[in-house]
């Protein structure tokens, strides 16, 4: 059995816990049954004794197994192979949560479909920006109606690359959500509704070069970038470059910029210049999300 | 020479000042060269003496003419046929905004665009959620980027009706705008912020039934509807009778209903059974926007 779960950048500016995009950067797991739970992880996290335990997916795993087989308990073998760098906002926490449920289906042999696990996926994790385009892939925007994940989904397509910018430090989530006021000014409110809205349009119209215009926010973005400046740096240099977009991915500290194929090296260049020690990665979108195979 | 302008619903439910669409219900108004300045106003307005001299349209009017024209004055006779009602959140003012500019390209015989007149509507109504579809026609969604209107257009399709409940009294703009308070809270920003994406995902994807869940808002309708509580009558009819959404139109009175066009009529009966005060029309939805003829 095969599931993999891409990266996922969320928020694109604008659309705080609304918008969010998947990444071809996937962790894949290998489960066998086994006569004993045996775990290998490769990859990120490897090197990690807390992510080598795997608690967060086994409880997940494991109450959907139980649920699915009428509370049978059975040992497997899980092997990671994962290549979502760990709280780097890059989605690592949804892909584990939608890697487990999926993974929960496969090896109770119990067809699924996308959206219950989505929805599922709600109770661990509660705003649907990562969590829906690791399951939908491509460009989502979605918003939780009483306890479901209402989302739209559209195709990316392939001449379209991301410019991944993975600082050497992390952003907690927790500081990053807290760092936020809990109240925000109208004018703050309406210039990021209607850039989250107008973005949403741009996506869905393929109208790629005026996504300049729509991806600035006053709700969560130059908060959080104040934790770590260096990314008004990485921003600035990725517009100059001709990047159509660059925004901090999720809660931080990657910075996800987005661009013609033809202008990813350019940009990767000038940023690996710049940034010697961060870690600079050039990504195909994805259109797939959850892929999970018995 | 002939200029007609539709009206519009702005807002929709969570696009505060973002989101809008054209209804054909026009204000139209012919005009000829006069040897002095006359004015004759037939429809909404016509027994309103403020209306009935058209201050705003003339000021507008004259400001740009002489800027066409290089500094000259000449006379001309306008004839107004109203149907757009008056201080009802029909976009009246947007509409005469748009018709003042227009009319003085046209009068000029200057050739003019629509992105154009837009932006020096912009001047006179800093709001885009009007004036974008008064000129554009069909769903907009619209920001303003360093006082330049940014928009998108979706078509409406003509099997989609606007059942439009203008009641017998007015909600000030005024009055409507400055009883919302100047924050919000993070989880009523990301309620609508987040509809106001997935509303405009809907509309550019032509899923109109789920138009039902993303059409809610925490920003400004509750606020304003409680000012004329009747308001929450209309909508819960007009939903329990099959309306794919009923939102305040602009900042009130007037409710906008939308619905396939087998519901209209039993939508606009049931409202005018329990609403007889209130003016009930169905309308065509609109997809022109401005029209202006030399």
């Known amino acids: 059995m095969l599931v993999t779960v891409p990266a996922t950048s969320a928020n694109l500016g604008p659309g ?13 797991i290998r489960i066998k049954p086994s006569k004993f739970l045996s775990i ?35 040992n497997f073998r899980f092997e ?24 929960a289906y496969v090896a109770a042999g119990e067809s699924y479909n996308k959206r219950k696990i989505l929805n599922s996926a709600l109770k661990y994790e509660p705003h649907p920006d990562n969590i829906t385009p690791a399951v939908m892939g491509g460009f989502n925007v979605a918003c939780v109606h009483e306890g479901k994940v209402f989302s739209k989904k559209h195709r990316l397509p392939s001449f379209l690359k991301a410019v991944l910018v993975i600082p050497n430090k ?13 109240t925000y000014h109208k004018s703050e409110v309406v210039y990021s509704l209607s850039r989250a809205a107008y973005m949403t349009a741009l996506f869905m119209s ?4 005026l996504l300049r215009i729509a991806a600035k926010d006053k709700i969560h973005q130059d908060r959080r970038m104040a934790m770590m400046p260096e990314l008004y740096r990485v921003q600035k240099i990725a517009m100059e470059n001709g990047a159509l977009m660059s925004t901090l991915s999720g ?15 350019k940009i990767a260049n000038k940023l690996k210049n710049a940034f010697s020690e961060f870690k600079i990665l050039i990504c195909d979108l994805d259109n797939y999300g959850l892929i999970a195979k018995s």
Do not use: Q
Not at 50 to 59: D, T, Y
Not at 206 to 209: A, D, F, L, P
């Open 206 to 209: 393929e109208s790629w070069e």
């Open 40 to 74: 290998s992880v490769k990859g990120e996290g490897s090197n990690n004794p807390k992510i080598k335990k795997n608690n967060m997916f086994l409880n997940i795993f494991n109450e959907h197994y139980k649920r699915l087989t009428g509370g049978r308990i059975d």
């Open 170 to 182: 992390t952003i907690s989530t927790h500081k990053s959500r807290n760092i936020l006021p809990n």
């Open 16 to 28: 705080f816990d609304t918008l969010g995009l998947a990444i071809n950067l996937r962790n894949e």
């Open 251 to 265: 809660s931080g500290s990657t910075f996800f910029n987005m661009c013609y194929e033809d202008d990813a090296k």
């Open 80 to 103: 990671f192979f994962n290549k979502i760098p760990i709280s780097r906002g890059l989605g690592s926490s949804s892909a584990i949560i939608i890697a487990a449920i999926a993974s």
